[in-house]
Antibody
Framework: QIQLVQSGPELKKPGESVKISCKAS????????MHWVKQAPGKGLKWMGW????????TYADDFKGRFVFSLEASASTANLQISNLKNEDTATYFC????????WGQGVMVTVSS | DIQMTQSPSLLSASVGDRVTINCKAS??????LNWYQQKLGEAPKLLIY???NLQTGIPSRFSGSGSGTDYTLTISSLQPEDFGTYFC?????????FGGGTKLELK
């Protein structure tokens, strides 16, 4: 069956970096783009952008340009999200989701940024 | 960016009730509207895609309708497992945008 399994929770200090992974199984990884979605505590969902899993080309929503990097380990059917120079407002759960339709989602990774 | 205004933000209902949740887009989204259910601590689950297409495995009591800027999710007979938060999402234009959510709670 189709699954997206994300890495575990992270606790970081402001200014540090974090890398979150999303491992896909049950389908051909390069057939579907991988999207990323942010959910701050108690808040709604915000679409961050996506990566073309065939070409590796990322596309970022305006609020996520600069410190956010989408990447792939295609041989491992894995998409990654790296956030650098972490800020308190990056505290959130980050989800990967297959395709723009979001038909399958990872379980989410809670990233806590605190001094 | 397209703004998605979802209403109501809070809905109290009983098992067996028929409920509707609305989403209004700031411009025409050509039926590229999905509905998700999210329970506490879980990932969103796709219920309806492209306005009125039921995702595989989702019970038929869920249905969607709409066109242009106005869209509706209907649950025909509320079941205990339906309580949670519902979000709409437009993917007609980049960037995709979500509604603010509707928390469906037990009356």
């Amino acid at each position: 069956q189709i699954q997206l399994v994300q890495s575990g929770p992270e606790l970081k200090k402001p200014g540090e970096s974090v890398k979150i992974s999303c491992k896909a199984s049950g389908y051909t990884f390069t057939d579907y783009a991988m999207h990323w979605v942010k959910q701050a505590p108690g808040k709604g969902l915000k679409w961050m952008g996506w990566i073309n899993t065939y070409t590796g080309k990322p596309t970022y929503a305006d609020d996520f340009k600069g410190r956010f990097v989408f990447s792939l380990e295609a041989s491992a059917s894995t998409a990654n999200l790296q956030i650098s120079n972490l800020k308190n407002e990056d505290t959130a759960t980050y989800f990967c989701a297959r395709d723009y339709s979001g038909d399958y989602w990872g379980q989410g990774v809670m990233v806590t940024v605190s001094s | 960016d397209i703004q998605m205004t979802q209403s109501p933000s809070l809905l109290s209902a009983s098992v067996g009730d028929r409920v509707t949740i609305n989403c209004k887009a700031s411009q025409n989204i050509n039926k590229y509207l999905n509905w998700y259910q999210q329970k506490l601590g879980e990932a969103p689950k796709l219920l309806i895609y492209n306005t009125n297409n039921l995702q595989t495995g989702i019970p038929s009591r869920f249905s969607g309708s709409g066109s242009g800027t106005d869209y509706t999710l209907t649950i025909s007979s509320l079941q205990p497992e339906d309580f949670g938060t519902y979000f709409c999402f437009q993917h007609n234009s980049w960037p995709g945008t979500f509604g603010g959510g509707t928390k469906l709670e037990l009356k």
